[in-house]
């Protein structure tokens, strides 16, 4: 579990940590501290998202799960940094409405868990995972991640790569219209 550290401020030293530190706390309804918040903030990368620890690299899990964080936090859908972060989610997007993990290397090809957190931002700013705004070509996230569901009703990570747990689990909130904190 994440304990908040008055010495560091925050949850963790780590973006990703302290994202879930504050949806955890948010869950529960204690009070998150706005150094939290702040130490989130600060951790913005100049592209809009967020990457998991310092050096690693921005990328659409970590910033979906932030944008969530924010707004769980009491940040409002217009504040830059969840703009920008929606922002680096869009441009994450690709031909087939899914999203890729990381935007800067988009042959790589979207997958279920990146879909699904970004759609679970989506959610929470409010927008809509099936709506124009996030359609390419009428391909939206919401489309491309129920394309991926199996006939037993587990999810593919990606195309013909078989069932997968993570995937699955990743895909079921996100459908059932679920942002984090779940209420």
């Given at each position: 579990?994440?304990y ?36 989130l903030?600060?951790?913005?990368q100049?592209d ?25 936090a ?6 830059t940094a969840v ?8 441009s994450?997007q ?5 999203i ?20 679970q931002?989506i ?31 587990s999810f ?12 699955t ?7 059932l219209?679920q942002?984090?904190?779940a209420?």
């Amino acid at each position: 579990s994440f304990y908040y550290s008055d010495t560091l401020g925050a949850y963790s030293p780590d973006s990703g940590f302290n994202a879930w530190g504050i949806l955890g706390a948010a869950a529960v309804s204690e009070t998150v501290p706005a150094s939290a918040v702040d130490a989130l903030l600060a951790q913005q990368q100049e592209d809009g998202g967020w990457e998991w620890q310092a050096g690693f690299g921005t990328d659409t899990n970590t910033t979906a799960v932030a944008i969530q964080a924010l707004i769980a936090a009491g940040q409002p859908v217009s504040v830059t940094a969840v703009v920008d972060a929606l922002a680096f989610l869009k441009s994450a997007q690709v031909e087939t409405g899914g999203i890729v993990y990381d935007p800067k290397t988009p042959e790589y090809g979207a997958d279920a868990n990146s879909t699904a957190y970004a759609i679970q931002a989506i959610l929470a700013a409010g927008g809509d995972p099936a709506g124009a705004a996030w359609a390419v070509d009428g391909l939206t996230p919401l489309r491309f991640l129920l394309g991926l569901q199996l006939a037993d009703g587990s999810f593919e990570w990606q195309a013909n790569t078989g069932s997968n747990l993570l995937a699955t689990a990743q895909a079921v909130p996100a459908l059932l219209g679920q942002s984090y904190p779940a209420t």
